[in-house]
């Protein structure tokens, strides 16, 4: 009975472990899914909405700690991609909208570079 119960512990405790949000995970998928509406977007209302959305990510992301090894290389990514949101979010504001692919194409070559260096699948 003994075993039983040790093994039913161990299952439960290693389950809850595993099913534990990661907030950076998290992020990086919504990020990832509001940068996909934000260049099918048509209004400029609309447009703002997902900005705010993605940058709320963004912050929850850039605080997040990586291996101390990569995390250096981490927040330097961050910064960059958190200068590029807010030059996208003035355009936005601005109503210049003309340049709006532009500017999230800097966006995606910024992710690809960091998921590149720090190795992200």
């Known amino acids: 009975m003994k075993k039983i119960l040790l093994a039913s512990l161990l299952s439960a405790t290693f389950l809850a ?7 950076l995970h998290d ?11 934000l260049k099918k977007a048509e209004s400029i209302d ?13 912050d929850v ?4 700690k990586i291996r ?12 960059k991609l958190v200068n590029q949101v807010n030059l996208v979010i003035a355009q936005v504001e601005a109503g210049q909208v003309e340049n709006l692919q532009m500017q999230l194409k800097k966006l995606g070559e910024i992710r690809k570079e960091y998921h590149e260096l720090l ?3």
């Open 17 to 23: 472990g595993c099913s534990q949000p990661d907030p």
């Open 68 to 79: 101390p090894e990569d995390q250096e290389t981490f927040d330097e990514g961050m910064e």
């Open 46 to 58: 609309e447009k703002k909405n997902i900005l705010k959305q993605f940058k709320q990510q963004l």
């Open 27 to 37: 992020a990086m998928e919504s990020m990832g899914n509001n940068f996909k509406a």
């Open 119 to 121: 190795e992200v699948k």
């Open 61 to 64: 992301a850039k605080m997040q």
